[in-house]
């Protein structure tokens, strides 16, 4: 099992990455590969597209309310 700090510090590594790579799909390999060595590298990358896919969905669901929002 990977500990919440070993998680924290892939998680702050990655979005360092994205500070120097466009678009924030550096940080997201990066961790996906690192998360990789210590688990299965399919559910790590599985992981990462899903973090990604729920944080789009959340996006479009709150563009979507806001501008329902307005019209109401």
Do not use: Q
Not at 19 to 44: C, I, M, Q, Y
């Amino acid at each position: 099992a990977i500990s919440t700090l070993e998680l924290a510090k892939l998680y702050v590594i990655s979005y360092f990455v994205n500070s120097f790579l466009p678009s924030s799909l550096g940080g997201d390999l990066h961790r996906g590969w690192k998360l990789g060595e210590k688990t299965n590298r399919v559910d790590a990358f599985a992981a990462t597209l899903t973090e990604k896919a729920s944080g789009l969905f959340a996006m479009l669901l709150l563009s979507f309310l806001f501008v329902w929002s307005i019209y109401i």
